[in-house]
């Protein structure tokens, strides 16, 4: 399989590297370049295989939604050198995730089902089933954390121990809550319903940005709104686009990123059968057919692509 699992690059020009769990970010001072790779994480754990295509399926989609959200608040993105990479400006970032959620799915519904009836100090009512739509979409955030997992946090704690100055914060969740009114009317006209995503920000000069990625399968999950309301009515898991199927795998085996768990193999069906998923959100999603470029070395068209771009731009 032809992959991109590790982006070992030296730049010129580039002050610095850091990996992530699934991106490379190449420091160039006042500016950054993030490099898409394949590896693919779960439970905050980078799984042994990388899957074809992921990296470039995240980035074209981020491509197209941080384009189309621009009018609601600057971000991050200048250019896009290579199918897999991004370049931009690079902030401070907040150290929380804006987790917004407009259905009761996944994690919140782990809580829930737990018998919780908060989720980051958001209220919850009773006699709700899992993928029920929320009287409105909630933010519940979670803590950045730079290795491990990251945790639940409530508003109240955030602003209390000072991680983001309280105006700011009110800030980062008017322009989450604007942005997901906007990803889910545009996920509306391809038949899709987005259930939750999450959103990073960042401050540059007194400047809030959006960083990273938005609206893909990795920080985001949808339903199929053909089958929504007939999948709820009988009870029947609802289909949909997102990483969640993935860590239901990995549950049903076993693994959930707990200490003494192992990953199950990753045969290269399953690798195969993970990427077909990442393709087909991305059709869906964005409307438009997906051009794989990993029929090429990766890692010399990614290099090749990214000189060229830098070359120019100096």
């Not at 908060?118 to 993928?131: D, F, I, Q």
């Not at 199927?245 to 193999?265: C, D, H, S, T």
Request: with cysteine; net charge negative; hydrophobic share 35%.
């Amino acid at each position: 399989m032809n992959v991109l699992k590790q982006a070992d690059f030296k730049f010129e020009g580039q002050k610095g590297h850091y990996r992530g769990k699934v991106r490379d970010v190449f420091d160039f001072g006042d500016e950054v370049l993030m490099i898409a790779s394949d590896r693919i994480s779960a439970f905050d754990v980078i799984l042994p295989k990388a899957i074809p295509c992921k990296g470039q399926v995240l980035n074209q989609i981020a491509e197209k939604f941080l384009k189309a959200t621009a009018d609601i608040v600057p971000n991050w993105l200048q250019a896009v050198p290579d199918p897999n990479a991004s370049y931009g400006i690079k902030c401070e970032t907040f150290p929380v995730e804006m987790v917004v959620r407009g259905y009761l799915v996944g994690h919140a519904w782990r809580e829930y089902r737990s018998g919780k009836r908060a989720v980051c100090g958001v209220p919850l009512p009773e006699g709700l089933k899992e993928n029920d739509k929320l009287p409105e979409p909630i933010i519940t955030p979670t803590t950045k954390a730079k290795e491990g997992h990251d945790e639940d946090i409530s508003r109240e704690e955030i602003i209390a121990r000072g991680i983001v100055e309280e105006n700011k914060y009110e800030q980062l969740e008017k322009y989450a809550l604007a942005l997901f009114q906007r990803g889910t009317e545009m996920a509306a006209t391809q038949g899709l319903i987005l259930v939750d995503t999450k959103y990073e920000f960042g401050e540059k000069d007194g400047t809030i940005y959006l960083i990273d990625e938005i609206h893909t399968p990795d920080s985001s999950r949808y339903f199929y709104s053909d089958a929504y309301a007939e999948n709820l009515a009988q009870g029947l898991p609802q289909k949909q686009l997102s990483k969640e199927f993935v860590r239901e795998w990995l549950i049903a085996n076993g693994f959930q990123g707990k200490e003494g768990q192992n990953v199950p193999e990753m045969t290269e069906d399953k690798c195969n059968e993970i990427s077909e998923r990442y393709i087909e959100l991305y059709e869906k999603v964005t409307g438009e057919s997906f051009i794989p470029m990993n029929n090429t070395d990766i890692y010399s068209r990614i290099e090749q692509n990214i000189n060229s771009f830098l070359s120019k731009k100096a």
